[in-house]
């Protein structure tokens, strides 16, 4: 029975940091974080660390990759060919709102989160923030332009000038949910961005 | 000429400390700067800090209500009776976007940064942040109300909800000039609002 055991797949201890960190990077932010929270809450010695990362730096950027690969069940909304493009951007937007009321409005965006700390205090950072912002908002242009395409959405506005424009108005969105701990910004949210987009 | 000029008035230490704190906190976040970045910054003795503050939370506080009184400039556009609403809204967010840019979109707005960092860790500086997005709130809406009045911007939409949905939008272009390090988000924001609230 125990050799059994451990044959049984165990996530490495890379993997357990990562995990750590999306959730308590995430929850908490970068400079309220040390390294030993972080690896506290994987359950692995503190010396193991610098094993696996160069710095709680490196360490963040490969948190942002994991928080992304995790919303792709969200993201993934936004390509969904069966439904028409303006209920793929509600839907996107309602499941985000969803994950955020999960969590008590406590934890906000990672996303956003590290766009509003990190910038000036790290490069690496602020290149992968701007990498997933744009994959982002070029997910968000195709609905856009598809709406545009089929008559649901006004023309009058650039599909990328608007796409931009809808993803950090979700950020904010997002920020003031934190402060509310309530969901009055994702409705104003939803209600104002689908009533004066409609053509 | 000694006597004269022990007559000037001086920045009390307390004064100083408000001042710096300000401008750290802003440009820092509250994580990463500490009480002597703090007293550093004000050039007076660290001991001197618990003088005249229960703990950096209890700054963080006054360092809100400072950064509202400086934003006054930019606020008093909205209630500029000789100005039409809607141009007074633009002025508003344009002084803003003026105020970051001379700032090399390094800070942020201190409410946003906030906002983001403090409503799990602190409930002193979260009712704060409520108190002031709600007045920012508040003088938005007696804009758009105006605007709907006179006919200038549709009245599809409840002037509450169209001001918070600004107010929190403009915080998410903010947020995504940290990360640009440029103008982008702020001209989308004034393209796609003043575009779509047209009547």
């Avoid at 390294?35 to 193991?48: L, Q």
């Avoid at 730096?57 to 490969?62: G, K, M, Q, T």
């Avoid at 919303?71 to 499941?95: C, N």
């Avoid at 949910?177 to 987009?197: H, I, M, Q, W, Y």
Wanted: charged content about 25%; aromatic content about 8%; overall charge positive.
């Amino acid at each position: 029975m125990t050799s059994h055991i451990h044959h049984m797949p165990r996530a490495s201890t890379k993997e357990q940091i990562v995990t750590a960190a999306v959730e308590t990077l995430h929850r908490k932010g970068f400079n309220a974080t040390s390294v030993e929270d972080i690896t506290n809450a994987a359950k692995v010695p503190k010396g193991s660390f610098y094993n696996h990362f160069k710095s709680k730096e490196d360490l963040a950027v490969e948190a942002l990759d994991r928080y992304w690969q995790n919303m792709q069940t969200s993201l993934g909304l936004l390509s969904d060919e069966k439904t028409p493009p303006v209920a793929r951007l509600k839907r996107h937007f309602r499941q985000l709102g969803k994950v955020a009321r999960e969590g008590g409005y406590r934890a906000g965006c990672m996303i956003g989160n590290m766009s509003t700390e990190m910038p000036e205090q790290s490069r690496p950072v602020r290149e992968r923030l701007t990498v997933l912002l744009v994959a982002w908002s070029c997910a968000i242009e195709s609905c856009i332009k598809e709406a545009q395409a089929d008559g649901s959405i006004r023309r009058d506005i650039d599909a990328r000038t608007v796409s931009g424009f809808l993803l950090n108005s979700w950020e904010g969105a997002v920020m003031r949910s934190k402060v509310d701990r309530g969901a009055g910004s994702f409705a104003a949210f939803e209600d104002v961005v689908f009533t004066v987009l409609a053509l």
